[in-house]
């Protein structure tokens, strides 16, 4: 059974840090692709930052600078170091981690809380 757990989400005041971690396991495939998207309330689910099997990382023009994505392929884990958060970063954050072999894989975490407060 494939599991994708996350944990470090929580309250922080504005300028504060928080990493999130994501780790799969069940996984038999080849992880290619691993991801944090995050959702706000009312509005729609959205990259934040992704990194393929090979390094190559991609961010939104709003964590630019301030977040930073990694993985761990032996450990089969992505994480989501978040730095100088605003309050606009308040939101549902997820994992997504895609495996292939004859066809892709899609695997979604459940979600784990990010509130950017004073």
């Known amino acids: 059974q494939v599991q994708l757990v996350e944990s470090g989400g929580g309250l922080v005041q504005p300028g504060g840090s928080l990493r999130l971690s994501c780790a799969a396991s069940?996984?038999?495939?080849?992880?290619?692709?691993m991801g944090w998207y995050r959702q706000a309330l009312g509005k729609q689910r959205e990259l934040v930052a992704d990194?393929?099997?090979?390094?190559?990382?991609n961010y939104a023009d709003s964590v630019k600078g301030r977040f930073t994505i990694s993985r761990d392929n032996v450990e089969k884990t992505v994480y989501l170091q978040m730095n100088s958060l605003k309050p606009e970063d308040t939101a549902v954050y997820y994992c997504?981690?895609?495996?292939?072999?004859?066809?892709?894989?899609?695997?979604w975490g459940q979600g784990t809380q990010v509130t950017v407060s004073s």
């Open positions: 997504n981690v895609q495996a292939f072999a004859t066809r892709r894989y899609d695997y």
């Open positions: 069940g996984i038999t495939f080849r992880i290619t692709y």
């Open positions: 990194i393929t099997s090979g390094g190559s990382t």
